[in-house]
């Protein structure tokens, strides 16, 4: 006797729609996945800039304007060290520790660690030397006992971004932000108890953070060699360090271009202006860093899984648009905020200090608009092994902060500085774009006969 099936009977069209179904969720879980992940990368980097942001806030309240200058000065030089560790270091780490070296991870992390030490050393040779030859220059304006503090606190902050890093490697930074509550909890408890016992000064500020970022790397090192997972196949010292330097050598060479219109004014204002002058810089550029390490947060998941797409012929294009679309949308709705309530933003932040520098917000408003668009076509291009192309890009920023910076620096003082910056930024944001299309353009024209043909050559 047959049984009666009321099921509907199977054609294309069911399966069609029975695919679609599959994809949805599959989608809708990957969105949910990396917006957990992306979330908590934000929250992580949220802690440690934050925390950092709170610093300069305060001390901008507390210390007098050229001791506020001479942290400024400190905080530029200390932006130069991190930005060439990132270039030799941090970035080749996303790029290998992503793909090649993931399934090695714990011993690669322990080679990266011997190559801190030897930074360590000469972090605390080049910048301890030159604040003592300030010092015997007899400086008074506190700029030789702010590099002594940069000399102390370098290494101890990039030995935490080097833990956290690896957290990323493994698209989860989870336990990162433990490490960030409790560098968080430390910095600011000690600022407040040094302003309590009047011992608050730039050397004392970058001292507190040197303690508090070794103390919570401490913890993240603890968590790591417990519980990192990975072959034990030794991996040679000269091999790691030559393929860093091999791709970092170009990314070095951006960062420095980097460094140039980003922090080269400080200097520059404090030559032309007086030191005064780069507290008042830093002031009015202390609004731009909050938005700006929100999507630095996020880079640090976007290049090693960009990295990864890319080693399996994943198309870039669309991917960098994306990136560029959600910079530029998360940075304009940030500072029309900003600018609607300056007035309030400079009396709470600073209690009515530097509001003679409020005006220029719109252009720094300008260049924060471009400088986070930088990150679309820039993490494409070193996913996809072409470090190179980033620093041609940020090299026209560099020779147009250099050949229209200093004179306009010199003749309009910090309006010329933060002119010169946004104009920068414009221009690098540009170049990258055009190189990135060529780049594409140069890979769609190979013969694609097997994967491998797609990837570029180092």
């Known amino acids: 006797m047959p049984l009666n099936d009321n099921r509907e009977p199977v054609t294309s069209t069911s399966v069609t729609k029975a695919f679609r179904r599959v994809t949805e969720i599959i989608n809708h879980r990957r969105l949910l996945t990396w917006t957990t992940k992306g979330g908590m990368a934000i929250v992580d980097q949220g802690l440690i800039t934050g925390s950092n942001f709170v610093l300069s806030i305060l001390l901008a309240r507390w210390l007098s304007r050229e001791e506020y200058g001479a942290f ?76 002594t503090g940069v000399a102390l606190c370098a290494p101890c902050v990039l030995l935490l971004w080097l833990a956290r890093r690896v957290f990323y490697l493994r698209l989860s930074a989870n336990f990162a932000v433990i490490g960030a509550s409790v560098y968080c909890l430390l910095l600011i408890t000690g600022l407040f108890l040094a302003h309590a016992r009047g011992l608050l000064s730039s050397f004392s500020a970058f001292a507190l953070t040197g303690l508090s970022a070794l103390l919570s790397s401490m913890v993240l090192l603890l968590w790591l060699k417990s519980k990192l997972r990975g072959s034990d196949s030794a991996l040679e010292f000269r091999a790691v360090w030559s393929r860093h330097w091999k791709y ?25 202006s007086g030191v005064a002058s780069a507290g008042e810089l830093k002031a009015l550029l202390n609004f731009f860093n909050p938005i700006f390490q929100v999507y630095s947060a996020l880079s640090l998941l976007l290049l090693p899984y960009a990295s990864r797409r890319q080693s399996q012929g994943a198309e870039p294009g669309s991917l960098s648009w994306k990136i560029t679309l959600l910079c530029i949308t998360g940075t304009v709705c940030y500072w029309l905020i900003v600018i609607l309530f300056q007035r309030q933003a400079f009396a709470i932040l600073y209690g009515g200090r530097y509001r003679e520098v409020a005006p220029l917000l719109p252009v720094v408003a300008l260049g ?91």
Do not use: C
């Not at 010199?410 to 104009?423: D, E, H, I």
């Open 72 to 147: 400024a000065l400190g905080f530029a030089v200390f932006l130069l060290v991190a930005t060439l560790y990132q270039a030799l270091l941090l970035e080749p780490m996303s790029v290998f520790g992503g793909a090649d070296y993931y399934p090695k991870i714990r011993t690669y992390f322990s080679t990266l660690l011997r190559i801190h030490l030897i930074a360590t050393i000469l972090i605390i040779a080049a910048i301890g030397g030159s604040s003592q030859i300030l010092h015997l220059m007899s400086r008074g304006d506190g700029l030789p006992g702010a590099l």
């Open 368 to 458: 924060s608009v471009f400088d986070n668009a930088f990150f679309g076509p820039a993490i494409v291009l070193r996913a996809m092994e072409s470090p190179k192309s980033v620093f041609a890009a940020l090299l026209v920023a560099a020779v147009l902060s250099v050949a229209v910076g200093v004179p306009a620096t010199w003749a309009f003082g910090v309006k010329g500085a933060v002119w010169t910056q946004s104009l920068s930024a414009v221009m690098a944001f540009g170049a990258a774009g055009l190189l990135l299309r060529r780049r594409l353009a140069a890979l769609a024209s190979l013969p694609l006969q097997d994967d491998s043909s797609l990837l570029p050559a180092q």
């Open 248 to 272: 970092g050598r170009w990314a070095l060479l951006s960062a420095a271009a980097m460094w140039i219109p980003a922090n080269t004014f400080y200097p520059l204002v404090g030559s032309f």
